[in-house]
C-alpha cells in the first residue's frame, strides 16, 4: 500500500510560479516511478511529468517543457513539481500517483496509487 499527499496547491497570476510537493509512504520505491497529472473541468486526466523513484530520470508533456520541473527529495520520499510560468491553461486539479517503470507514463491507468489531488488555479 502507497499513501500519497499532496500540498502546495493555489491560487497565482499568469506568469507566476508555484511549487507542488507530493509526500509518499509505505512500499520501496525503487523500481516505480511519480507522475504528475492534471484535470480541468470537463476534461480527461492528462499527464504532466513523470521521475523515476531510482535514477531520477524525468519525462514531461510538451504543454509544460521548459516551464515545469519534477524532482524528488529521496531522503523525504517527496515529489516536487516547480511550476514557472504558469498560463490560465494550467488551472486544474493536480495528482500525483505511483506506479512501476515497466509500464507507459502517459497513461492514468497504468498508475496504481493516488493522491487526493489538489486545486492550481491561474488567472489572466
Known amino acids: 500500500q502507497v499513501h500519497l499527499v499532496e500540498s502546495g496547491g493555489g491560487s497565482v497570476q499568469a506568469g507566476g510560479s508555484l511549487r507542488l510537493s507530493c509526500a509518499a509512504s509505505?512500499?520501496?520505491?525503487?523500481?516505480?516511478?511519480m507522475g504528475w497529472f492534471r484535470q480541468g473541468p470537463g476534461e480527461e486526466r492528462e499527464f504532466v511529468a513523470a521521475?523515476?523513484?531510482?535514477?531520477?530520470?524525468?519525462y514531461y508533456a510538451d504543454s509544460v517543457k521548459g516551464r515545469f520541473t519534477i524532482s524528488i527529495d529521496n531522503a523525504k520520499n517527496t515529489v516536487y513539481l516547480q511550476m514557472n510560468s504558469l498560463k490560465s491553461e494550467d488551472t486544474a486539479i493536480y495528482y500525483c500517483?505511483?506506479?512501476?517503470?515497466?509500464?507507459?507514463?502517459?497513461?492514468?491507468?497504468?498508475?496504481?496509487?493516488w493522491g487526493q489531488g489538489i486545486q492550481v488555479t491561474v488567472s489572466s
Open positions: 509505505g512500499r520501496t520505491f525503487s523500481s516505480y516511478r
Open positions: 521521475i523515476n523513484w531510482s535514477g531520477g530520470t524525468t
Open positions: 500517483a505511483n506506479g512501476p517503470v515497466s509500464r507507459s507514463r502517459h497513461y492514468a491507468r497504468n498508475y496504481d496509487y
